[in-house]
């Protein structure tokens, strides 16, 4: 059953790749610009900030919701027992929304990304209007 | 109650950021562009949320949810994880992005 061993996978390894996977999924296929934009960094600072609570209410070590087994992640836990592991996970969860999000809105300047398919040209300003109506 | 303790949590997300979307967000208004952002994001994470509960990289304490069990044991908490988390940045993001650009007096 699940818990009495980690079979290789683990999680710190994962969490990692999952943040180069992001990181090179917008730098080399989707470019939108979002890691140049201050208003992503912001978010990022404001969605750390409710992370803590939330992830944390899941993680205590009190009561935690989430159990992970010690093999499989650093030990390394900060504010409210939250695994380090968990700030990459969010990371990577949150920044490949915004991405996705991105390249629905703007295809213009996402350039030769594959994204946009199904967004007429014109963009965010053009999709903001479709959407007031 | 403490079965919901997992569920509440992420009722409480969408609470709070729910009124994002009257200061300037425009997230809920877009339902498919929403879904389009946040359903292949949650698919992705889920088939490593399903790897990882197969492998018992993590487990979850059946106090403190339904019991409702997804396809490769992923329990249904974990689906509403995945689409109310992604949600609640994106809304955050656009809202930051509506009140700088109404800061900045570009009006979007």
Do not use: N
Not at chain 2, 31 to 45: D, G, H, I, N
Not at chain 2, 58 to 81: A, H, K, Q
């Amino acid at each position: 059953m699940a818990g009495d061993e980690v079979t290789g996978l683990g999680y710190t390894l994962p969490a990692v790749l999952a943040v180069l996977a992001v990181c090179a999924w917008e730098l080399i296929f989707l470019r939108t610009g979002l890691f140049r934009r201050p208003t992503y960094w912001l978010t990022m600072l404001i969605v750390l900030g409710f992370q803590v609570p939330v992830d944390g209410w899941l993680t205590k070590l009190s009561a935690p919701v989430v159990v992970y087994a010690p093999r499989a992640v650093t030990g390394l836990r900060g504010p409210w027992d939250i695994p380090v592991e968990d700030f990459l996970f969010g990371f990577a969860l949150v920044t490949a929304a915004l991405l996705a999000w991105e390249r629905q809105g703007s295809p213009g300047r996402s350039g030769k990304g594959p994204g946009g398919r199904r967004v007429p040209a014109g963009g965010r300003r053009q999709a903001e209007g479709a959407e007031s109506r | 109650m403490d079965h919901y303790q997992y569920l509440l949590l992420m009722a409480g997300c969408l609470a709070v950021t729910a009124p994002l979307e009257l200061l300037g967000a425009r997230v809920y208004r877009q339902p498919a562009r929403l879904a389009r952002a946040v359903l292949p994001v949650a698919a992705a994470f889920l088939a490593w949320d399903a790897a990882a509960i197969a492998a018992g990289v993590w487990t979850y304490d059946p106090r403190y949810v339904t019991g409702l069990r997804l396809p490769l044991r992923i329990p249904v908490e974990e689906l509403v994880f995945f689409l109310v988390v992604p949600a609640c940045g994106i809304l955050t993001y656009d809202c930051v992005r509506a009140l700088l650009a109404r800061w900045r007096g570009c009006g979007g």
